[in-house]
């Protein structure tokens, strides 16, 4: 097995965010069993097609400066090694999203990547010379390409047209889900 660097699930400090919160906020985005059944399948679809949608993401990221500069030095310069390592926790990030169960480990890793992308932990894991937080605008207009590109993903491996659209808005609501616990590290709280 190989070992993921930076990657901590299982090890992490416990998210302030409840299981009941979770619960809640699974209802707001109409998230039900039949979703965690479509995303078993989208598991298995996008299993070996995970290099290609990262191959997307990145090429996204990198034709939009603003976003670019998430990664990159003060002087502007890409910080190839972070890039690279961030990139290969992405990758698990799509078979987690699809296969873990959403407990309390899930719910303690989901806050840490919300850390990662603030001035709480931004660069830490990697040891980047980068900015030190992401802005929350960003990562949520992000949900609207990370959703849109996965779908022809969905479709490549012959299922029907239910199916595919099941697991897209399956997926959709995993990430909006993950969001919306992310944004809990911004700011002190308070309002999330
Ligand atoms: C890290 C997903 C938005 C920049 C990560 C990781 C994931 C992820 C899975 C790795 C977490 C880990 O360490 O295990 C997402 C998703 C987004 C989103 C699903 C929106 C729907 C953004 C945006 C940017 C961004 C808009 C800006 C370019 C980064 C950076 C890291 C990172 C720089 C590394 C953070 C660190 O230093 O640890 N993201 N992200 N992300 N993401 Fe995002």
Request: charged share 20%; with cysteine.
């Amino acid at each position: 097995m190989s070992v993921i660097d930076g990657y901590t699930y299982g090890q992490n400090a416990t998210s302030p965010v409840t299981l009941d919160d979770l619960s809640d906020l699974r209802a707001s985005v109409l998230f039900g069993p039949d979703d965690e059944e479509a995303l078993r399948l989208a598991g298995d679809v996008l299993e070996s097609q995970v290099e290609d949608v990262l191959d997307v993401w990145y090429g996204f990221v990198g034709a939009n400066p603003h976003l670019l500069a998430s990664f990159s030095t003060p002087e502007g310069q890409p910080v190839e090694q972070y890039l690279a390592r961030v990139r290969v926790r992405f990758g698990q990030w799509i078979l987690d999203t699809c296969r873990r169960p959403y407990d309390q480990s899930w719910l303690d890793y989901q806050h840490e990547i919300g850390l990662r992308h603030t001035s709480a932990k931004k660069n830490h894991t990697d040891s980047a010379n980068a900015p030190s937080y992401v802005a929350l605008r960003h990562v949520i207009a992000l949900i609207y390409p990370i959703t849109a590109t996965i779908r022809p993903f969905l479709e490549r491996k012959g299922h029907s047209a239910e199916q595919v659209e099941a697991m897209f808005q399956a997926w959709f609501k995993a990430v909006v889900l993950q969001v919306a616990l992310w944004a809990r590290a911004y700011g002190d709280g308070k309002e999330w």
